[in-house]
């Protein structure tokens, strides 16, 4: 077993509280980072792309952590993938309206598409590492790369 997979095995072994927490505690972070102008106007474009690409790395563990958190509920693993990835998508969806009424920011379809992007790869993963299905692996990819896509339209276009 990777070092990884027992982090995770580690971390669903939590009381539910703590998985749950962990959650909400990501969705507290993120609400108070988004609630601020960007940083400086004139930011470089790879810092753009930097900035728009963190979209895909939180809403990844966003769905992972979440994934985790519904560890042992009695539903199906499709179930439990579909539910993790609704929930990331619906705090994406929540925050990009919340980024529209913050001066200096905008709500943009492009972070939306980089959040489910990201919640996809994030359920996927722990899915493929967890159970060894290279499918579950292969949509990770095709998520990886699909929020790629979304952080360069993000970065080079006012989509």
């Known amino acids: 077993m990777t070092p990884f997979a027992r982090f995770l095995a580690g971390f669903a072994a939590m009381p539910w509280a703590v998985r749950w927490g962990a959650v909400v505690a990501e969705m507290a972070l993120l609400w108070w980072a988004s609630s601020g102008p960007l940083g400086g106007a ?3 474009l790879l810092r753009a792309f ?6 895909v ?3 990844s563990a966003m769905a992972a ?3 985790l958190a519904i560890a042992g509920t009695g539903a199906t693993e499709t179930r439990r993938r579909l539910w993790a990835i609704g929930i990331a998508c619906a705090y994406g969806a929540v925050d990009e309206i919340h980024q ?3 001066p200096g920011r905008v709500a943009s379809f492009s972070d939306f598409g980089s959040d489910l992007c990201g919640a996809v790869l994030g359920a996927m993963l722990v899915h493929g590492l967890r159970s060894s299905e290279r499918r ?3 949509l990770a990819a095709v998520a990886l790369l699909g929020g790629i896509g ?3 339209l993000g970065t080079f276009t006012a989509w």
Do not use: E, F, I, K
């Open 50 to 55: 930097a900035h728009n690409s963190a979209h």
């Open 136 to 138: 579950a692996l292969r």
């Open 150 to 152: 979304c952080s360069a």
């Open 65 to 67: 952590m979440a994934l």
């Open 42 to 44: 004139h930011q470089s």
């Open 100 to 102: 529209r009424y913050v």
């Open 57 to 59: 790395v939180a809403y």
